[in-house]
Nanobody, 124 residues
Framework: QVQLVESGGGLVQAGGSLRLSCAAS????????MGWFRQAPGKEREFVAA????????NYADSVKGRFTISRDNAKNTADLQMNSLKPEDTAVYYC?????????????????WGQGTQVTVSS
């Protein structure tokens, strides 16, 4: 079992930045690929970004490439999502996720473990 807890959500104006953090705990959590998903009201949950356990491989949704950066610190068992140049369409609940799959596979296969989510609201 892996437990995930997100933090760092909030309200920001368009063009601003936010940094989300995910704290992982449990069995060998540092060997999992970590990722972020989001779900806007009335929409399906969608992939945002993922990073391999060694941080050697990352994957991003086209909608966030060049604006969001995913990183991890295995010593602290954390995975962060730096979000810059935020747009109103980035408004959603953001979920941290973990699974033993590649970052590329995480874009098409739902992970095994999920956090409870943190709200990000971008005002225009």
């Amino acid at each position: 079992q892996v437990q995930l807890v997100e933090s760092g959500g909030g309200l920001v104006q368009a063009g601003g930045s936010l940094r989300l953090s995910c704290a992982a705990s449990g069995r060998t959590s540092s060997t999992y690929t970590m990722g972020w998903f989001r779900q806007a009201p009335g929409k399906e949950r969608e992939f945002v970004a993922a990073i391999s356990w060694s941080a050697s491989s990352t994957n991003y949704a086209d909608s966030v490439k060049g604006r969001f950066t995913i990183s991890r610190d295995n010593a602290k068992n954390t995975a962060d999502l730096q979000m810059n140049s935020l747009k109103p369409e980035d408004t959603a609940v953001y979920y941290c996720a973990a699974s033993i799959i590649t970052p590329q596979t995480m874009a098409i296969m739902l992970p095994n473990y999920w956090g409870q989510g943190t709200q990000v609201t971008v005002s225009s």
